[in-house]
């Protein structure tokens, strides 16, 4: 049968065995007026007034979003909450783009992501974790760290938060606290929150809030400086709006958390020989580093010394900023590289996606489908392929005729799990 992955902006028709199990979150259709639906949700919110109430026409408001690597509509989403503060004058208002530790947005992908109109008319900035000088420090977390965000926005009179909610395989959701840490917090504080003891704990994974120290080091950060009101939503695979929720921080997101846990987790009876999986296509499979999630969904059902299949554009490449690569080159294989990264000495930003690719390595052998050289992907200690179907038939000579396979067209979109 034909199943067309997420892959870049246009996809990627492969055809796999007939009994191949293909899981896909529960399809939800778009909401038909996500206007209105974000209005609605701004003005009858989740634990605080309607935002309008709450915002005087003097206040400087920041507006944090997530940076160009995720999917939140901000080009609407954005629009409509300034909608919202008529009587707040464009000048008060601050845009600031959560890299954590990405690169800088151009005014180009700003257009992409927020529409030329707003980037003509509101001031937008990028936060950049590294710059002492434009964070402020806010105390001592209970982690072990300074904790330093952003100074404008902790300097503003009024503080909003924006974001998507899906599965995340460190924190257990994306969205909420997430938007301000790690997305405005400074490299000190991000390189906490990363460490290897925290990436490697068992509760640090798809779905999973309670008792994850991630999730609790991302609420205690956000209680030093809290936003004032949070606008999350829900996606379906198109990325079009399926939910809103609004609100006080914490309540708003434990509502959106539990609705995409009951659509997005799929419980499965077993494991797989083989797991095809993707990065959700654009934008979220620009490069190999992004690509570390889809793989980390599949190693959720494949067995030990199974086979990961991960097709991911990579059109940024792996990227060539940052650490990432860096961190692969250190070491000659997966275990050696954990070994590396786990000593308490070592301590790198990005170490975080190098340890939680060595992790999947170490259990299943992972082929990369991109537009990367073959060279790149080696760099990883990844199988390049450039035909998935003729991969499947190489792969009946290790697992047998029987060899058994699920796919996931949509990789973290969908969450799969087997109860063990």
Known sequence: MKVTLAYGKNGLNVNVPDYS??????????????????????RNPSGTEPLKEMVKSSDRVVIVISDITRPTP??????????????????????????????????EEFIEMLGETIVDT???????????????HLGTSSFGCE????????????????????????????GGPKGIMPGIAGIET????????MIGHPLATWGILDDNPLQAMTREVNTFCKPDFLLNVALNGE??????????????????????????????????????TTNAGYPLDQNLYQ????????????????????????????????????????????????????????QMFDQWEAQRLAMIQ???????????????????????????????????????PEMSIAVLPLGPLTIPYVEE
């Not at 991000?190 to 003891?197: P, V």
């Open 291 to 346: 690509a570390v999630k889809g793989m980390d969904a599949a190693r959720m059902i494949v067995k030990q010394g199974g086979t990961i299949i991960c097709a991911a554009e990579c059109s940024e490449g792996m990227p060539e900023h940052g650490n990432f690569v860096k961190i692969l080159q250190m070491r000659k294989s997966p275990k050696e590289l954990l070994e590396m990264i786990n000593d308490p000495s070592f």
């Open 21 to 42: 199990t293909v899981i896909e979150p529960t399809h939800l259709e778009c909401i038909e007026d996500d206007h209105q639906a974000v209005t609605r949700a701004l």
């Open 190 to 197: 991000i390189l906490t929150f990363h460490n290897a003891k």
């Open 122 to 136: 509101v001031r937008i900035i990028n936060h950049h974790c590294h710059e002492k000088s434009e964070l402020a």
């Open 362 to 400: 170490e259990w299943a052998d992972v082929h990369v489908y991109s537009i990367l050289s073959d060279e790149s992907v080696k760099i990883a200690m990844l199988t390049p392929t450039k035909d998935i179907e003729q991969t499947l038939n190489e792969l009946v000579g290790k697992y047998g």
């Open 74 to 107: 901000n080009q609407k989403l954005i629009p409509w909450i300034i909608e919202e503060l008529p009587h707040v004058p464009l000048g008060n208002i601050t845009i600031i783009n959560g890299l954590g530790t990405h690169r800088d947005q151009t005014r």
């Open 147 to 174: 904790v330093y965000l952003n100074k404008e926005y902790v300097e503003a009179d009024f503080r909003i938060v924006t974001g998507f909610i899906e599965p995340h395989f460190f924190a257990g959701f994306s």
């Open 239 to 276: 990325k079009n709006i399926t939910n809103v929720f609004a609100g006080e921080l914490v309540e708003a997101h434990a509502i959106g958390c539990a609705y995409v846990k009951e659509h997005a987790m799929v419980k499965c009876d077993a494991r797989y020989d083989v797991v095809i």
